[in-house]
Each structure stands twice: as structure tokens, then as C-alpha cells.
């Protein structure tokens, strides 16, 4: 199979008609038969008043699972037929002999009280493995600080200008430190593109917890020479790098399966994708022209600065006709994820705001519709814990009515025979099957992925360790998902009454999380699932078996928390070859930070 020129993108921009198609009336179609089943199963001899409460909220919730399932099963098909999702050939658009970059980019490393000895360190990895390339010339890093902290912004300088003297890097290093912090990070990149931006075609965004490999910039700048209405790309960022047990279960969930969502979003994004904000590469001239930012009015959380300003730029940057791609195959790009149950949430947290935020923008004239589509998919992703807690509450008091009140053999007219009352079991059990298999479906199919292949099964610890670190995953996330439900449920409501979190340094490194906190934390959550087994086990114990999934995570959320935030148990795991990733093998790009950041 032949395919199209290398290097090429731009050509595949309107190639979006038939994907779409496909995709939307397969989710419509899911939707509408989950929609169906629920109808009959609440409703078919009439709808009360929560009855009807509970469809309108679980039709909306069930097509954005479908969503995220047919996405994946896309991303399956074209795993197995080893086609890429943006030429549908077996070559890719950054595939053939490394070309010569013409032009120059800048490596930006914004960087908010983080260990000046770490970012140095992930800065070393980076430039070294650049300069690999032989390409290393074309690149200039620049360390942009937004410390508030003299003393630290002091001791990042040093760091950092100790860096530059021994890779002898010369002015390719440069450290500017801001004060204010006006726009954070957004504002902190976009005074760097009006101080700096002319002297380079593209700008390569990391976070300050980002590695990537030399070839991945190196293919990335190749991308945007060759392609010159692309705007962004997007690497598929790959958690990698921490220790604790909660931290490797996501690194490998996200490492297992992630890679197929990838696969098939970037199949029906095409041209029009999105930004993460990090790990990704953007035309300098384009992001000056399409990207700034508004205030909105009002206060914060909803008024004021925009704190999710990915989502945003990438919308602009369409909008200006710029296309925004994500392409999967583009490995060597890294971060790392919080590494207690605490934080996570607590970065969820911040999330949430800015992204709500985005609701503000969905009527901005001039968006290209997808861009509308990834700005309400970023809202809904928060808004879907507290429709799935309505959903739970919902359902639990339609059981238990129907319990204390009884069954209603004549209603208010007057009949000659009596209603009977009508169990659809068939449905009930129809519904939970697909509801299952919309949840784990691209978890199960990213699986067989990586057991069909027998070098694919080594890399993640070998055939009989990777089914039980999935297996594990499995049992992890359903306790896990409860807690995080009544966590974006409160930061929810937070939100919603004006409290601001504005946007707080990222706690880093492997951080364990003391009894005290998680029970001061967590108690109300056990006490909340203790309560529902004892007032369903005496009203209706023939529910119980129904949300036991959900109480279990409630009740035992400290000692999971806990135990998930120790390195020990992380270490453990590796040993037993649990949980393991690929980048725990020969190379491992985040592996021994401090040691070369000395």
C-alpha cells in the first residue's frame, strides 16, 4: 500500500464527511437503544414525575459514553489492520527519512514554584536526546518563571545557568523570571510571543513536568514545515515516571488503553482536533494572529482570566483557519500524574473551574462546530459525575418507593380487572450489559491488542502479568469512581456558589498521604455507605446487590487512598510485574531526574 507523500497533512484537512457520519449515528443509535430499554424498563405503563427525571438525565450521559466506546472501537479496528487514523494507509504522515529542519523553534518550559533541580533535570534529558538528532541546532529552550518567590526564583536561575554552562548550550538556555504573574501560563507564553515570537517559526509548549524525546521534536518540527495552513500539533502525552501504587495504576491504565482512544479520535478529529496545553507544537505567527485570550466579565470562578486556555486557543486557532491535528504515533512525549488519590482530585479541581468556564465561549461567532463540540465535551466531562450521582439518587428512590408504597392493582378510574404489575427482567439485564460494555468495551479491546501480539504483551510485563494488572485496573477504578463522583459533585456546587480555587502550584513527586488527612477526608464517605447499606439492606435488600460496587468504593475510600498513596506498595507491584509500562524497560526517560539534574 502506496499511501500519500510523507511529511504530508494538510491534504487530509476535508477528508471528514463519511468518519463523522459513521460516528454520530452509530452513537445516536446506541443512545437511542440504551434511551429504549431504560423507557421500558421505568416507564412503559407510564411515566411519575422521577421516572421521567431519570430518562432526560440518563439519555444525554449514555451518548457521551457511546461517544468515548465508538471511539474506541475505531481506534481497535485500525490497530488491527495496523492503519494510521488520519491517512488510513499503512504509512503515516510522520513516517520516511528525517528531513533538514529549515527553521528555527523555540523548547518553552513555564514553570510556577516547581524544584528548580527537577525542571533542570527533565531539561537535561531533553536537550541531551536532541542533541542526538544531529538536529539540535534548529531548537532554543527558554525557561519562563513564574515564581512568586524571590528566593526560589533566585535558585531557578542558578540552576538553570548552571545547566547552560555545562551542556555548554551558550544563549540556546535562557531563564526569564516575571513578576506579576498577570494571565498565568497563558499570559506568561503569550509575553514571551510578543517579546521573542518573530525570531522563530514554532514553539514547542511543555509543562514543567514534561520530558520528550529528540526525535519526537525533531518529527514535529518537520510536520509544520511541510504543512503550512497546520497550527498545532498534538502528541498523544504518555503518563510515565512515578512510583506509587496509585500513580502506576493510572500510568498503566492510561498507557494500555489511551493509546486506541487516541487512535480513534484522531480518525474523526482529522484536521479540526484539540490542544492540551503541553507536549504539543504550535506556529508562532498563527497562535500571535488567532490566540488571544479574552477576560470574561464578572468574578472568578466564571469571570475573570481563562484558566483551561488549551481548549480555547485551539478553537481560535481554527477559527483563523489553521488546522489542529493529534497524532497518536508521535511517541517520546511524557508527563507525570499526581501520585495520591488527594491531589488528583485536587487537580480536577482546578480543571473543573476552567473548563466551566468555557461556557461562555460555545456562542463565540465564528467557531468551527467541532471546536463547539470539544469545548461542551470538556464541560460535560465534569458535569457527568453529578448527573451519574441524580442518576444513582434517582434510581434508589424510585426502588425504594416502589417498595414502601406496593404494587397498584387499580389506579384512580375505576376498572373491572386490575393492573398486574409487569417485570421487564429481559431489559433490565439488556441494559446493564450494554452499559458495561460501553464503560470497559476499549479497555477489553485495547487489551486483546496488546495480548495478540507477543513482543506488544512483553513490553507490559508479559501475557500473564498484563491480565492481571488489567484485572487489577478494573477493580481499582470501580472503587475509585464513587469517590471521585462525590468529589466533583462538591467541587461542583463549590464552583457554582462563587468560590474561586484561582490556580495553585502542582504538588509533585511521589507523595504519600497520611492516615489523618485521608480520614478527615474521607470519613463522610464511609459513613454515607455504611448508612445506604443499612437503610437499603432493611427497605430493600434485593437492591443491594445493584449499588454494592458503589458503597464498597465509598466505605473503604481511606484505607484505599492510603494504601495506594505508598511507594512501597508501587515498588511491590513492579517486582511482581503488576502494572508495569513500557517505559519501565531498557528505556526509561524519567528514570534517575535528580541524578542527572546534578
Keep these: 500500500m502506496t499511501g500519500p507523500a510523507p511529511w504530508a497533512l494538510d491534504c487530509h484537512a476535508g477528508r471528514t464527511r463519511f468518519r463523522r457520519a459513521l460516528l454520530f449515528t452509530l452513537v445516536v443509535l446506541t443512545a437511542a437503544l440504551g ?7 421505568v416507564g412503559s405503563g407510564g411515566l411519575t414525575a422521577m421516572e421521567t427525571a431519570l430518562l432526560v438525565i440518563f439519555v444525554p450521559v449514555f451518548a457521551s459514553v457511546a461517544l468515548s466506546f465508538w471511539s474506541g472501537v ?15 494507509s499503512r504509512r503515516g504522515p510522520a513516517s520516511g527519512p528525517m528531513p533538514v529542519l529549515r527553521q528555527k523553534t523555540a523548547i518553552l518550559i513555564p514553570v510556577y514554584n516547581e524544584d528548580p533541580v527537577e525542571v533542570a533535570a527533565r531539561l537535561d534529558f531533553t536537550w541531551r ?13 527558554f525557561v519562563l518563571s513564574d515564581t512568586q518567590d524571590a528566593a526560589t526564583g533566585a535558585e ?62 525533531v518529527r514535529l518540527a518537520a510536520l509544520m514545515e511541510a504543512n503550512p495552513r497546520t497550527g498545532i500539533i498534538q502528541t498523544h502525552i504518555v503518563p510515565a515516571g512515578r512510583e506509587t501504587l496509585f500513580a502506576r495504576v493510572l500510568q498503566f491504565s492510561t498507557r494500555m488503553t489511551g493509546a486506541v482512544l487516541a487512535m480513534g479520535n484522531s480518525f474523526w478529529h482529522l484536521g479540526d482536533s484539540n490542544y492540551y496545553g503541553h507536549n504539543a507544537i504550535l506556529r508562532v505567527a498563527a497562535f500571535a494572529e488567532c490566540c488571544r485570550l479574552p477576560v470574561l466579565s464578572g468574578k472568578p470562578p466564571l469571570g475573570g482570566e481563562i484558566l483551561s486556555h488549551d481548549f480555547v486557543e485551539a478553537a481560535f486557532m481554527r477559527r483563523g483557519g489553521w488546522y489542529v491535528w493529534l497524532l497518536p504515533e508521535l511517541h517520546g512525549s511524557y508527563e507525570e500524574l499526581p501520585t495520591n488519590l488527594l491531589d488528583y482530585a485536587l487537580r480536577d479541581r482546578r480543571w473543573m473551574q476552567g473548563n466551566l468556564q468555557h461556557a461562555r465561549l460555545l456562542g463565540t461567532r465564528g467557531l468551527h462546530w467541532v471546536s463547539r463540540l470539544h469545548l461542551g465535551m470538556g464541560i460535560f466531562a465534569y458535569l457527568a459525575s453529578p448527573l451519574w450521582l441524580a442518576l444513582l439518587l434517582l434510581s434508589t428512590a424510585i426502588v425504594i418507593d416502589q417498595k414502601l408504597v406496593g404494587e397498584i392493582y387499580f389506579g384512580p378510574t375505576r376498572t373491572l380487572f386490575p393492573i398486574w404489575p409487569r417485570y421487564h427482567w429481559a431489559e433490565i439485564h439488556g441494559l446493564l450489559i450494554l452499559t458495561l460494555v460501553m464503560l470497559f468495551g476499549p479497555k477489553v479491546l485495547a487489551l486483546g491488542l496488546r495480548l495478540a501480539s507477543t513482543r506488544n504483551a512483553r513490553r507490559f510485563g508479559g501475557r500473564l502479568a498484563l491480565v492481571a ?21 462538591s467541587f461542583m456546587i463549590d464552583i457554582l456558589m462563587g468560590n474561586a480555587v484561582g490556580w495553585p502550584p502542582q504538588a509533585r513527586g511521589d507523595r504519600g498521604m497520611a492516615w489523618r488527612i ?6 463522610p464517605h464511609a459513613l454515607l455507605g455504611i448508612v445506604a447499606i443499612a437503610v437499603l439492606g432493611e427497605i430493600t435488600p434485593n437492591y ?23 511507594r512501597t506498595a508501587g515498588v511491590a507491584a513492579r517486582r511482581l510485574r503488576v502494572f508495569v ?13 535528580a541524578d542527572a539534574g546534578r
Design 35 to 41: 434511551g429504549a430499554l431504560m423507557w421500558i424498563v
Design 74 to 88: 475505531f481506534g481497535f479496528v485500525l490497530g488491527v489492520l495496523r492503519l494510521h487514523p488520519i491517512s488510513l
Design 129 to 141: 536526546s536532541l542533541a542526538a538528532t544531529g538536529q539540535g541546532a534548529a531548537f532554543d529552550f
Design 156 to 217: 531557578e536561575e542558578r540552576t538553570v545557568m548552571a545547566l547552560r554552562e555545562r551542556l555548554e548550550a551558550g544563549d540556546r538556555i535562557s531563564y526569564r523570571r516575571r513578576t506579576p504573574n498577570t494571565g498565568k501560563k497563558a499570559g506568561n507564553i503569550a509575553e514571551w510571543v510578543a517579546a521573542r515570537g518573530a525570531g522563530y517559526a514554532h514553539m514547542i509548549i511543555f509543562d514543567a513536568d514534561s520530558v520528550m524525546e529528540g526525535e519526537t521534536l
Design 469 to 489: 494488572s488489567f484485572v487489577g485496573e478494573i477493580v481499582f477504578s470501580t472503587l475509585l469512581a464513587p469517590v471521585m463522583m462525590l468529589f466533583h459533585t
Design 518 to 523: 485521608a480520614l478527615k477526608r474521607h470519613v
Design 544 to 566: 443491594l446487590p445493584w449499588i454494592i460496587p458503589v458503597v464498597l468504593g465509598l466505605i473503604f475510600s481511606a484505607p484505599v487512598a492510603v494504601l495506594s498513596s505508598r
Design 581 to 593: 509500562t513500557p517505559e519501565e524497560g531498557p528505556y526509561a526517560p524519567t528514570r534517575g531526574r
